[in-house]
């Protein structure tokens, strides 16, 4: 089959991550009619052609962006939102790098490695792919399909597939070595990378080695993020804020709030003079070290027989700094053995009271993460006699973890001395560091997952139509998953400072059998160049819950030379994860807005072995143009609609505290409800904390729908070679019914889970001539408006941010054949991290804005 001009332009219209070297290879190889696997369909075609819309990035478009790390280029796309882990999510991050497309959530984007599945990885029982465990100098393209899969690859494949391709046929050597730093002199980065390729008579190996060290920023280093930035609604004004857990100590009693000083006094607690700055010792942006090894090797066993093997070995070092530890207890008061310093205050002996302290004392807690992950594959695949194709491999995949808490104090220990007497909180001396060091710990926990899949595959032509050849493709699969992890002996016994953490791990298995056929319905009629229709299934059976299937159906029109329409309708699934299913009952501290309470509900998480499987229709439709009048200029246009049943979530901790407790009086109220009554809630009014349970369940709906448009124009002018890209996605609504409330996020910024812009685009502009390359990219993030300001009665200074814009420039220079220089600016006019009433962290959302500011980076390639 030929390719035509609209064939072309739907491979190459990919705009700002294009595929301009793709398209060149397959202009050089179209003679031969090779037939290739488009991520999206197990048949293998002579064409790019699919249903389904496809971005590729490829490997220049990588190095262009100056990333040391896949993630800092798929987090980028229009069709990424959300919350996906960066080096600066400090808190909670665990040193990860998640995508997460149509804002859906990680969990729901399959990550592949040459078509097969990756390894959940990452700290504790994992349940999504770090991408930290994929060396970018090994990666020949990405290929992103923004579609639901679930009938071609399984479970996850919700949002879409990404598809990362690996060198399979580099000959040669080529070492790069890259470098970055921020403009304020922090947050370095050093990468080496060293890639060796060679071919024999029957074929081919690849080996890989990239190291990468990345230093780190602090909050305090920012003028936008240097402190907790709290607001005074009635006088319009701000102040720097912070915890109520401060140095000194901070006693919470019936007719009391006290701060304690450095000379064992006590005075009324007030926020804005003595809350805790804890931005001066948090990370702005996290420090990490990774090592990557990659081998890919191919071998004909016969003229019809190829032996393919691939693996992947990381090992990351990464690090988190929070503030020193806040720790918090109750006793009873005795002023006979604690002193009567509290009396005068309005404390009374004998009264039972909450003491909470910034362990300032022994300073900033540290969290660290080692990470081993480790993929195998050994596959074979060929041909029989009548040209079908078959395939089968082992795919093997551990990860192995062991996270560390710095600084951390027993407390158990301090309150058995506390109820001994040879311990009193009310003496600053006692809260010495030499007199704490008896009681200081290491916390130690580890974990790992472990995947096994096994898969067998056919592909051919199974009989010839009036418009073409039907293409079929079928295939089994068993997978084995198992995960666990071990919290440290203290905290899974409740003895330190934190509840009792209890350990995750469990396992499941799957069968399943798919089949997809490409039915080529019309060719060569009028208004019809060629009409395909695409159709798949797959049947599935868990160990956990048994068995089901899901479907998906595809049209494409072309209609010409110049236009095609084309269509997909299919049901996905998401299966629980081990974590989701068997995770142990853990606290978390979660963001909470109450009258007279904390700042911090203690809410309680977990898995639910109940769980049943996330159940999606999904839609996509929309056309390629290539028009004959305008060469070199190509545009798609592609609707989706995603609507998601038996979500698995946890519901909104602020409906909870809303819906549960009474605002006016801090009563408890709806306890008959199921809500209520599951989350036990908890008020301690003396104290304000609130506490409760919320852990895992299939609840609610979750519907997303809206538009990606995309440009490309290519063409010559001035002596030099063009290229322009426009990608933009447009969001129509995000709308998640937790069964108890119904929120639509379009346009929201929130406080945890990230944002949903009604708009994203990118823009691309590229020039080169004989020897050179520069580039100009902008990134615009729509206005958006916080979540923490949607109910009628918040008192809101900074309720909705503007738009922002990034600007990136880049160039690279060909000294000779073997040498080459790359450099840019990333963030070119040091745009600043936007503030909103209601952010994240560091004032803003680390998930959604640049917080480095100014970043210039620089490589030189060398090459034989």
């Known amino acids: ?299 004909d066993v016969t003229d019809e027989t190829r032996l393919v093997t691939e693996f992947t070995y990381s090992k990351r070092w990464s690090t988190q700094q929070m503030a020193p530890q806040p720790v918090w207890f109750d006793f009873k008061y005795d002023a006979d053995s604690m002193g009567d310093s509290l009396l005068s205050h309005g404390v009374v002996d004998g009264e039972e009271i909450s003491y909470g302290r910034r362990m300032t004392d022994v300073g900033p807690r540290g969290y660290e993460q080692v990470v081993d992950t480790v993929r195998a594959v050994v596959g074979l695949n060929g041909e029989f006699d009548n040209g079908w194709g078959w395939d089968t491999s082992v795919v093997f995949g551990r990860n192995d973890s062991v996270d560390r808490a710095t600084n951390l104090l027993n407390m158990g220990s301090i309150q058995d001395s506390i109820e001994e007497g040879s311990f009193n909180p009310l003496n600053q001396n006692d809260w010495s560091a030499n007199n704490l060091a008896q009681y200081n710990y290491t916390e130690n926990n580890s974990g790992g997952s472990q995947l096994l ?13 009036p418009a073409g050849y039907v293409g079929f493709a079928a295939g089994i699969e068993r997978r084995e998953e198992k995960a666990w992890y071990v919290p440290d002996s203290l905290t899974s016994q409740g003895l330190a400072n934190d509840p009792r953490v209890e350990p995750t791990g469990g396992r499941f298995d799957v069968n399943e059998a798919y089949v997809e056929f490409a039915v080529p319905l019309l060719a060569d009629a009028p208004f019809a160049e060629m009409v395909d229709l695409s159709a798949a299934v797959r049947a599935f059976d868990y160990s956990t819950f048994g068995s089901d299937e899901t479907w998906k159906l595809g049209l494409t029109w072309r209609a010409n030379d110049e236009l095609m329409l084309r269509a997909v309708r299919s049901t996905a699934f998401r299966a629980p994860t081990v974590s989701e299913l068997y995770q142990g009952k853990s606290p978390s501290f979660e963001q909470v807005n109450f009258p007279g309470a904390q700042d911090q509900a203690e809410v309680t998480v977990g898995g639910n072995d109940q769980l049943t499987p996330e159940l ?154 004989d020897n050179w390359d520069a580039q100009y990219q902008a990134r615009m993030i729509d206005g958006l408006d916080s979540y923490a300001c949607q109910a009628q009665d918040s008192e809101c200074l900074v309720p909705s941010v503007g738009t922002v814009v990034y600007h990136d420039i880049s160039g690279s220079y060909i000294l000779n054949d073997t040498v080459s220089l790359t450099a840019g600016v990333n963030n070119l006019f040091d745009k600043q991290a936007p503030y909103y009433t209601g952010n994240n962290d560091s004032n803003t959302d680390p998930y959604t804005y640049d917080v480095l500011g100014r970043r210039f980076f620089a490589g030189v390639n060398v090459k034989f």
Not at 453 to 465: D, F, P, W
Not at 651 to 659: A, K, L, R
């Open 453 to 465: 899949v096994l898969s067998a595959g056919l592909n051919g032509e199974v009989m010839e139509l």
């Open 1 to 299: 089959m030929n390719k035509t001009k609209l064939g072309l332009a739907i491979a190459a219209a990919v705009p700002l991550f294009s595929a301009h070297n793709a398209v060149a290879a397959e202009e050089t190889s179209a003679s031969a009619v090779e037939r290739i696997e488009v991520t999206g369909s197990r048949i293998k075609r002579t064409d790019m052609e699919t249903a389904s819309p496809v971005t590729v990035i490829g490997a220049d478009e990588i190095r262009a962006s100056g990333a040391a790390s896949i993630d800092a280029v798929l987090q980028k796309m229009t069709a990424a939102s959300g919350a996906m882990t960066n080096p600066a999510v400090n808190n909670g991050s665990g040193g990860n790098a998640r995508v997460d497309l149509r804002g859906l959530g990680a969990q729901r984007t399959l990550v592949l490695v040459n078509g097969r599945r990756m390894i959940n990885s990452g700290t504790g029982a994992a349940s999504t792919v770090d991408l930290n465990t994929i060396p970018v100098s090994m990666i020949k393209q990405v290929e992103v399909l923004k579609d639901g899969a679930s009938a071609v690859y399984g479970t996850d494949a919700v949002a879409g597939v990404v598809n990362i391709i690996l060198k399979d046929d580099f000959e040669g050597l080529d070492m790069n070595l890259n470098g970055a730093i921020s403009g304020e002199g922090d947050a370095d980065e050093t990468s080496f990378d060293i890639t060796m390729g060679s071919s024999f008579d029957r074929g081919n190996v690849v080996i890989g080695l990239q190291y990468t060290d990345r230093g780190d920023a602090s909050q305090a280093d920012r003028d936008f993020s240097d402190c907790p930035i709290e607001e005074d609604f009635e006088n319009g004004s701000f102040y720097c804020g912070g915890s109520s857990y401060t140095p000194f100590g901070h006693v919470w009693a019936e007719d009391a709030d006290l701060q304690g000083q450095a000379d064992g006094g006590w005075h009324d607690f007030q926020a804005a003079n003595d809350a805790y700055n804890f931005s001066e010792t948090s990370y702005l942006y996290t420090p990490m070290r990774r090592l990557n090894l990659t081998g890919v090797g191919n071998f």
């Open 616 to 769: 999606a229709d999904t839609i996509t439709a929309g056309f390629v143009y290539a028009p004959s009048w305008l060469d070199g200029f190509s545009m798609t246009v592609d609707y989706f609609d995603i609507e998601i049943e038996n979500a698995i979530s946890s519901v909104n901790n602020q409906y909870i505290v809303e819906t549960c407790l009474d605002s006016a009086t801090g009563d408890y109220k709806n306890q008959n409800t199921a809500l209520c009554q599951s989350s036990q809630i908890n008020f301690n009014q003396s104290t304000g904390r609130i506490s409760f349970n919320n852990q895992l369940q299939n609840i609610g709906n979750e519907t997303t729908k809206g538009y990606d448009v995309n440009f490309k124009y290519t063409f010559d002018a001035l002596g030099l070679a063009w290229r322009t890209d426009v990608d933009v996605t447009v969001l129509d609504e995000y709308i998640v019914d937790s069964g108890t409330s119904t929120i639509d996020y379009t346009g929201l910024i929130t406080s945890g889970i990230g944002s949903y812009a009604k708009v994203k685009t990118n823009l691309t502009l590229n020039a080169s001539g």
